[in-house]
């Protein structure tokens, strides 16, 4: 099945850095790589996703890039607020979540 | 509109015993997906249901069973209880196996004593 590896698992950045997560993927047939948000007691809420016949998208202060030939994908947000600080997750396949970034903020 | 709802929110099982969990996925959503997170971990993948059927399933023992109702509501059984089993357990839907993107409902806190 499919493996997929996220670091760092934790990451402290000042209010208005930037953060950036960096996930890989073992299957090449995976083709479909989302990002979840998960805040303290709630479930993991899409925030952005990437399909593998796109290299980067973007919405707002979130861009994801994919490279396919080194299956690796990442999770870029600038001008980072309090409101960011949460834990992060990608995925692949829709099925397969790494274990996770806390990103918390410093204001 | 109503998200994924699950209840109950919270459940504390002695080992051994039988637990049920629920799931209503949003209106007009006929997949539903389970997961199981333990503290710390990211969702591991334990079925997917789709127009009452199993598509997948995650590598989970036979104590977990899970099923689809007509109306796309699922439930999650979970046999002979192990303390290891207590996590949070989150479902998540969405329109087709053709559609990407699932919605999580906020989970089924189960802790086993």
């Known amino acids: 099945g499919e493996n997929v590896e996220q670091h760092p698992s934790t990451l402290s950045v000042q209010e208005g850095d930037s953060a950036v997560i960096k996930c890989t993927y073992s299957d090449s047939a995976s083709n479909y790589f989302p990002w979840y948000k998960q805040e303290l007691g709630k479930g993991p809420q899409l925030i952005i996703d990437i399909r593998s016949n796109v290299g980067e998208k973007k919405d707002q202060r979130i861009a994801v890039t994919l490279n396919k030939t080194a299956k690796h994908f990442s999770l870029h947000i600038t001008e980072t607020q309090p409101e960011d600080s949460a834990v992060y997750f990608c995925a692949a396949a829709l099925f397969y979540f790494g274990t996770g970034t806390s990103l918390t903020v410093i204001p | 509109d109503a998200g994924v709802t699950q209840s109950p929110t919270h459940l504390i099982k002695t080992r051994g015993q039988h637990v049920t969990l629920r799931c209503s996925p949003i209106s007009g959503h006929k997949s539903v997906s389970w997961y199981q997170q333990v503290l710390g971990q990211g969702p591991q993948f334990i079925f997917q249901y789709y127009e009452k059927e199993e598509r997948g399933r995650g590598n989970f023992p036979d104590r977990f069973s899970a099923r689809q109702f007509p109306n796309y509501s699922s439930e999650l059984n979970v046999n002979a209880l192990l303390l290891g089993d207590s996590a949070l357990y989150l479902c998540?839907?969405?329109?087709?196996?053709?559609?990407?993107?699932?919605?999580f409902g906020s989970g089924t806190r189960l802790t086993v004593v």
């Open positions: 998540a839907s969405r329109e087709g196996v053709s559609r990407y993107g699932y919605t």
